[in-house]
């Protein structure tokens, strides 16, 4: 199974400010990787995938893939109280699988 | 709209009693899936399905079972075996090929009477 690490405690952040997330990972192969949001009793939302031909912004959130240090991060520009979520890296593995990472957690102070 | 739906959203088992979770989708997709998430805890696959009549145990099978007779559904039991089964239920389903994403239904929140 492969190994996905999301080892950073919770995150506070000033409204407005900006958030950021790292996610490692141990297979240098992997060639796509996810962002789920989860808010606090909910399920996972998708909200942000990047395959490995670069980085990726999609309104708010920018997501940046370091092959080198084998490491996905994502930024959330201008923090909203409504980013206060768990945010959860995935990879692909295997056949249609995928690793979760234990998840950050976010809170957006107003 | 296309999604998955889990039933119920709550659900309370007795001693001794097994329960049937349920999982529809109506995205088409081949493959689903069966997670686990204990709170302050990520997922654990429970079992998977690329086709129907195919199943695959995941991480922490034991105690659980499914069938997949029909690709829009892909119900879950969890036997009076799973000694510890508190914990919210996520299905979810993907196209089938590697790096596809999964997408989650809305969760059953299984409790212990």
């Known amino acids: 199974q492969k190994e996905v690490e999301q080892n950073s405690g919770p995150l506070s952040v000033p409204e407005g400010a900006i958030a950021s997330l790292n996610c490692t990972y141990s297979d240098r192969g992997s060639q796509s990787f996810f962002w789920y949001r989860q808010y606090s009793g909910k399920s996972p939302e998708l909200i942000m995938f990047i395959y490995s031909n670069g980085d990726k912004e999609d309104g708010r959130f920018t997501a940046q893939l370091n092959k080198a240090s084998q490491y996905v991060s994502l930024l959330i520009r201008d923090s909203q109280p409504s980013d206060s979520a768990t945010y959860l890296c995935?990879?692909?593995?295997?056949?249609?699988?995928?690793?979760f990472g234990k998840g950050n957690q976010v809170v957006v102070i107003p | 709209d296309g999604g998955i739906t889990q039933s119920p959203k709550y659900l309370f088992r007795k001693e001794g009693q097994n329960v049937t979770l349920s999982c529809e989708q109506n995205l088409n997709h081949d493959a689903m899936y069966w997670y686990r998430q204990d709170p302050g805890q990520g997922l654990r696959l429970i079992y998977y399905?690329?086709?129907?009549?195919?199943?695959q145990k995941g991480d922490i099978a034991e105690g659980y079972s499914v069938s997949r007779e029909k690709k829009e559904s892909f119900p879950l039991t969890v036997t009076s075996a799973q000694k510890n089964p508190t914990a919210f239920y996520l299905c979810a389903s993907s196209r089938q090929g590697l790096g596809q994403p999964q997408h989650f239904g809305d969760g059953t929140r299984l409790s212990i009477l």
């Open positions: 399905s690329q086709i129907v009549n195919d199943f």
């Open positions: 995935a990879v692909p593995y295997g056949n249609n699988r995928l690793a």
